[in-house]
């Protein structure tokens, strides 16, 4: 455990970073933000900036300098600067996770190899491969790039509709090594946020309904309507997979619930998720607060809510609603601290209690 006073290193200075280092300070803790735009959002809350490149050598040597441990809040850390920092200050979650979570081919080979079900799936490296992977799924799937893209980004649908061709499809992405992933037939689509300390104690938050526009996160709902099983098939996925992982931290897990009662696994992000921001205003323990207790040493908190709720990005024009918003009885806002409105762009969130307990 590190004392209160000490300092947590974050890669990465967005949205996630700063609630990271609002929850570290409740907790007593100091925070040190290693990122390259300065005054970023995480900036903006936390003790210190270095700003400077993610791999940036006298940076990282900085960062373990003044950090007692050093977490992260995007998988897209590199990879060597993670396994560098670890060498000197332990690193949560572990250096591991951010392989296995960069590369969807990877990550689908990792989930299935702990006994979790996903989509099929295919290699691709080439205008070939896709036609094959496409001949295999009936001419369906989803194209996506193996390494980057979020939001929807770097990602070609295949409906099997007349016209649809490899090659136009490969072009799209960046004919780039790729993965096609089959189409399924799901009637929504859900999430769970869980944590596990290094002494292997796991904590499970609520299932929440998820609701995408655009590729990009709209709403986050809790509780959501599926069935004791499936809500205990997803708990045991996390389960599964934060053992694997030998994991310290949050991290956040989607799946798909098909019409026929599967349960399959999409994808993880091993960091505090969108999907749940939700934890903020209905749980006694956040998403965030729970990771710092993690990589901080502490015991893990209550995950338990003691409220239903919706939470809603405020996306691009949405944060011009905040004077509605704020009129609501029962909406806890929280904005990020970005200068500028762009279409697509998280500019906050609000989580709308809509029950008590």
């Not at 596990?196 to 609520?206: K, L, M």
Request: with cysteine.
């Amino acid at each position: 455990m590190i004392a209160a006073g000490s300092t947590i290193g974050i890669i990465g200075g967005g949205q996630l970073g700063r609630m990271l280092a609002m929850a570290a300070a409740r907790l007593g803790y100091r925070t040190v933000i290693l990122e390259p735009q300065a005054d970023c959002p995480a900036a903006q809350v936390a003790t210190e900036q270095i700003v400077a490149a993610y791999d940036n050598p006298e940076a990282l040597e900085r960062l373990a300098e003044i950090s007692d441990v050093i977490t992260y809040e995007f998988e897209n850390v590199p990879v060597d600067a993670a396994e560098t920092l670890n060498e000197t200050k332990p690193v949560f979650p572990p250096p591991e996770a951010l392989k296995v979570s960069q590369d969807r081919v990877t990550e689908k080979r990792f989930l299935n190899n702990a006994g979790i079900q996903t989509a099929q799936w295919r290699i691709v490296e080439n205008e070939g491969d896709l036609e094959a992977a496409l001949l295999a799924f009936e001419g369906k799937g989803i194209l996506k790039t193996r390494r980057f893209g979020y939001d929807g980004k770097g990602q070609v649908k295949f409906s099997g509709a007349k016209g649809e061709n490899a090659k136009a499809g490969f072009a799209a992405v960046g004919s780039v090594p790729s993965i096609l992933e089959g189409l399924v037939d799901f009637t929504r689509e859900i999430s769970v946020i869980a944590a596990r300390d290094e002494a292997g104690d796991i904590r499970i938050y609520d299932i929440a309904e998820n609701v995408h526009k655009d590729g990009i996160l709209a709403t986050s709902t809790v509780p959501v309507s599926v069935s004791s099983t499936i809500a205990g098939l997803a708990a045991d996925s996390a389960r599964k997979l934060l053992e694997a992982l030998n994991y310290v931290g949050v991290l956040g897990m989607e799946f798909f619930v098909l019409a026929n009662g599967t349960l399959l696994a999409n994808e993880f992000a091993p960091r505090v998720h969108n999907s749940g921001h939700w934890t903020e205003a209905a749980c006694a323990v956040s998403q965030f607060e729970q990771h710092i207790r993690a990589v901080a040493g502490l015991p893990l908190g209550d995950a338990r809510r003691h409220s239903d709720c919706v939470m809603e990005n405020l996306i691009g024009d949405d944060v011009e609603k905040l004077p509605a918003i704020l009129a609501e009885s029962g909406a806890v806002v929280h904005l990020y601290g970005k200068a500028e409105a762009r279409p697509g762009r998280k500019m906050g969130h609000v989580t709308r209690i809509t029950k008590r307990l």
